[in-house]
């Protein structure tokens, strides 16, 4: 790679780079700061930088680097969604409650990039509490999607979404409760993992919906994701659902050849709903697996249907739950005045909270009422069983699942933020495997032409048996070895010179 290219590179070459000598972490940092600096003003997927911290880490990297020691990811700028506790760090979640705070400790993931010797480059924005599908939730403000400025970048992880795909972080992450690593991935066209719940510790993570929260890499292909997992994935005893399991190296299987896999396409995945053009790019990747050697298996997920609302009841009632410690007191956003410690909870909130936030709570403290419970919450966790158990009969027939990651591409902002239900839908493909516990990851496999005739990214979404997270990896290599739309990045109006 030419170093006038730099921030179109892969995480091997950059490592490459750095450990030949031929670039410092230093040097790499600041090539990516200057492109912050130039583009973020627009885009606004930062909403925290700290120079003097950031460049203090690529030092530490650059003496790591020349005493031999260094990490696959040593001294590699990668972005942070605003999600992770990070010591030192405004830790925002896209809130106005958490506005101010600043975080005395490092979430697993951020310690994990650490100990790697990774350069936090900043924080990236996000739908507040990582609710919503097109980061216009964030109190911080919209993000552009960076393929048309006039389009969202998808949601929750947006600001994480476009700082990959304008090439302003080497790599980032971002977490995923019902698919805000992989619908982003589509919108903005790069490669992004949802692991198996439980391989990422969610310690330090701020929770939305605990058990479908989880954290994921957002990098170009899905080598640079591996490499992101081989960093973020492992047991850490501070989260009760981590699991304890073997070390694992998601290299190991990315030049395995694809003759004989056996790919099932779900046809509820395929039904009304699906935007045509979207479609048809589906339809070309899957040709291009069956080039590759791959089998074509028709499958049915019957219960596709049943999800989002499965959904929009149990992560609303979690939420309810893991949000209610924000009351003014220990931290977060006070009302500046008030009548008495009622009153401080009630204006706290009301002021610290947006309407897509408070809505969540509304229906989580209803469905978990007394008198609901039943009718609610009890039948959403058994229907939520009957769509992890329709994923168990489909990969007695085949080794992983392919559709889309979402119905259309990246809509305009402001399209539909008066009307929840249809923002809901966005998620209609990637929900489920969150309900189901399950890997996910979305693949760019090419263009559609929008009404207004922009080419906007579309991405293959690949959902994995449980642990597969390495075979996926390989799935998804395979076809970044015949496919180019992963190295494609948008061409950007001029910026901050
Ligand atoms: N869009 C979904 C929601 O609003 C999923 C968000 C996420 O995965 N964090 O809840």
């Given at each position: 790679m030419a170093k006038n290219d730099l921030s179109n590179g892969s995480l091997k070459s950059y490592a490459d780079l750095l450990q030949s000598k031929q670039i410092s972490s230093v040097e790499l940092t600041q090539e990516f700061l200057a492109r912050i600096h130039r583009y973020n003003p627009s885009i606004n997927a930062f909403i925290a930088l700290d120079e003097a911290k950031t460049l203090a880490q690529a030092k530490a990297a650059d003496v790591r680097i020349a005493s031999g020691k260094a990490a696959p990811l040593t001294g590699i700028p990668i972005a942070q969604k605003d999600i992770f506790c990070a010591k030192g760090w405004p830790?925002?979640?896209?809130?106005?409650?958490?506005?101010?705070?600043?975080?005395?400790?490092?979430?697993?993931?951020?310690?994990?990039?650490?100990?790697?010797?990774?350069?936090?480059?900043?924080?990236?924005?996000?739908?507040?509490?990582?609710?919503?599908?097109?980061?216009e939730t964030s109190y911080f403000g919209g993000v552009k999607n960076p393929w048309s400025f006039d389009r969202v970048p998808g949601g929750s992880s947006g600001g994480s979404a476009a700082a990959v795909a304008a090439r302003l972080c080497a790599a980032a992450t971002g977490t995923d409760t019902g698919g805000s690593?992989?619908?982003?991935?589509?919108?903005?066209?790069?490669?992004?993992?949802?692991?198996?719940?439980?391989?990422?510790?969610?310690?330090?993570?701020?929770?939305?919906?605990?058990?479908?929260?989880?954290?994921?890499?957002?990098?170009?292909?899905?080598e640079d994701c591996a490499l992101m997992m081989n960093v973020m994935a492992g047991f850490d005893e501070r989260d009760s659902t981590s699991l304890d399991r073997a070390k694992e190296d998601y290299c190991r299987d990315l030049n395995k050849p694809l003759a004989g896999l056996k790919i099932g396409?779900?046809?509820?995945?395929?039904?009304?709903?699906?935007?045509?053009?979207?479609?048809?790019?589906?339809?070309?990747?899957?040709?291009?697996?069956?080039?590759?050697?791959?089998?074509?298996?028709?499958?049915?997920?019957?219960?596709t249907g049943l999800s989002i609302p499965v959904y929009y009841v149990l992560a609303p009632a979690e939420a309810s739950s893991n949000l209610s410690r924000y009351d003014g007191v220990r931290y977060g956003h006070r009302a500046d005045s008030y009548t008495d410690l009622m009153d401080m909870y009630c204006k706290s909130r009301a002021q610290g909270f947006g309407a897509e936030v408070k809505r969540r709570i509304l229906i989580g403290t209803y469905v978990l009422?007394?008198?609901?419970?039943?009718?609610?919450?009890?039948?959403?966790?058994?229907?939520?069983?009957?769509?992890?158990?329709?994923?168990?009969?489909?990969?007695?027939?085949?080794?992983?699942?392919?559709?889309?990651?979402?119905?259309?591409?990246?809509?305009?902002?402001?399209?539909?933020?008066?009307?929840?239900?249809?923002?809901?839908?966005?998620?209609?493909?990637?929900?489920?495997?969150?309900?189901?516990?399950l890997p996910g990851m979305s693949v760019p496999a090419g263009f559609a032409n929008s009404n207004d005739g922009k080419a906007l990214p579309v991405g293959l979404q690949i959902i994995g048996n449980y642990f597969d997270e390495a075979r996926m990896l390989n799935v998804a290599h395979q076809y970044q070895q015949v496919t180019d739309w992963h190295n494609q990045a948008p061409s950007l109006p001029e910026g901050n010179a």
């Open positions: 830790t925002t979640c896209g809130s106005k409650m958490l506005a101010n705070f600043v975080a005395p400790y490092d979430a697993h993931v951020i310690s994990q990039f650490d100990a790697a010797g990774a350069v936090n480059l900043g924080k990236t924005n996000m739908d507040e509490f990582a609710m919503g599908s097109s980061n690593i992989r619908q982003p991935a589509s919108l903005c066209g790069f490669t992004g993992l949802k692991p198996t719940y439980g391989v990422v510790s969610r310690f330090g993570m701020i929770a939305f919906a605990s058990s479908l929260d989880q954290a994921g890499p957002m990098a170009k292909s899905a396409l779900p046809k509820e995945f395929f039904a009304e709903g699906l935007s045509a053009d979207v479609g048809k790019v589906i339809g070309n990747s899957i040709a291009e697996y069956k080039k590759l050697g791959a089998e074509i298996i028709d499958i049915s997920l019957p219960n009422s007394a008198g609901y419970y039943d009718a609610y919450y009890l039948k959403a966790q058994q229907i939520r069983r009957l769509i992890a158990q329709d994923f168990v009969e489909a990969f007695k027939q085949c080794d992983v699942i392919m559709g889309p990651a979402a119905p259309s591409t990246a809509f305009k902002a402001g399209e539909k933020v008066d009307d929840p239900v249809a923002m809901y839908l966005q998620d209609i493909y990637t929900i489920s495997t969150n309900l189901a516990g």
